[in-house]
């Protein structure tokens, strides 16, 4: 009995993190709780296709314009809502208990656009799924993003790790065209896209703006080249003129030559008679 145990818990404890890395992703809002959003404000609500994740929701304010979206694996819905001012409050189908309240804001300004970095690629393979995507760093954040390419197009998520934790992160965005990973493919045809990506940040109010990919650090001032100090001359024989290194090869071996020659000289009329 204590050995079957033991086998027990040491299989529970491989497949807890197979299981917690392979978790079902819920669904996850372009806005986070308290966050102010201008009138007639859009939210993005994400989630992974399929029929055991619901996108139904209850509102306190009029829908404007509701479209759903596919790509792949990811469910894309987008909601535009009356709202001037005062709280706008939704209450999910996925968390009921959970409303999430807004403050509606006619001063509300759109903050700038963040810059990204280049797109890898990433490729990964386990025993639960793998990875195949495009992914690119940005240095900031933003409610959604448009991926569009040639024959891809695609509205992505800031993080596609906020789908499992039903809230947006505070951290940068990182966005992943592909294959991602347990949650499968965030863009359409089942393939990771090629070519180049053009990313457009999406915001409540309506905008759609171009994120630049990040230009290179400029330097903190100018280059300014020393002064040319003009021509100068070493004494060492190392960096003088290459003849001066001939002369110096040579001159040990002529001086050996002329002594050589002079002993030979003196014997020679040691020995004349």
């Known amino acids: 009995m204590r050995l079957f145990s033991s086998v027990l818990l040491a299989a529970l404890a491989v497949a807890s993190p197979a299981a917690a890395e392979c978790a079902m992703a819920g669904v996850s809002l372009s806005a986070r709780d308290g966050e102010v959003l201008p009138p007639d404000p859009t939210i993005w609500m994400f989630a992974e296709a399929g029929p055991y994740v619901s996108l139904d929701f209850e509102a306190s304010r009029p829908v404007i314009e509701d479209v759903l979206e596919t790509y792949g694996n990811l ?10 001012g005062g709280e ?4 999910l189908a996925e968390s009921p208990d959970r409303p999430v309240r807004f403050r509606v804001d006619p001063a509300w300004r759109r903050p700038p ?11 990964d393979a386990w025993t639960c799924s793998f990875t195949d995507a495009l992914v690119s760093e940005l240095d900031g954040d933003a409610p959604a993003f448009e991926v569009v390419g040639p024959g891809v197009r695609a509205v992505l998520p800031p993080r596609i790790g906020d789908l499992f934790g039903g809230r947006p992160s505070a951290r940068p965005a990182r966005l992943v065209a592909g294959h991602a990973s ?3 493919w965030t863009v359409g045809d089942a393939r990771r896209p090629e070519g180049a990506l053009d990313v457009h940040a ?7 703006v171009p ?8 330097p903190v001032g100018p280059f300014l080249a020393p002064p040319d100090p003009g021509p100068t001359r070493h004494l060492s024989l190392r960096t003088e003129d290459p003849r001066w290194r001939l002369a110096a090869w040579a001159l040990p071996g002529l001086l050996a030559l002329l002594l050589l020659a002079g002993v030979v000289v003196a014997r020679r009329r040691a020995v004349w008679p």
Not at 77 to 84: E, I, S
Not at 113 to 123: D, I, N
């Open 211 to 218: 994120v630049s990919a990040a230009a290179a650090p400029e």
């Open 88 to 91: 706008l409050s939704l209450r």
């Open 75 to 84: 469910r894309v819905r987008r909601l535009q809502f009356r709202a001037a």
């Open 113 to 123: 656009a963040p810059a990204r970095g280049p797109w890898t690629v990433v490729e």
């Open 182 to 184: 347990c949650f499968g």
């Open 202 to 208: 999406l915001y409540p109010d309506g905008s759609r």
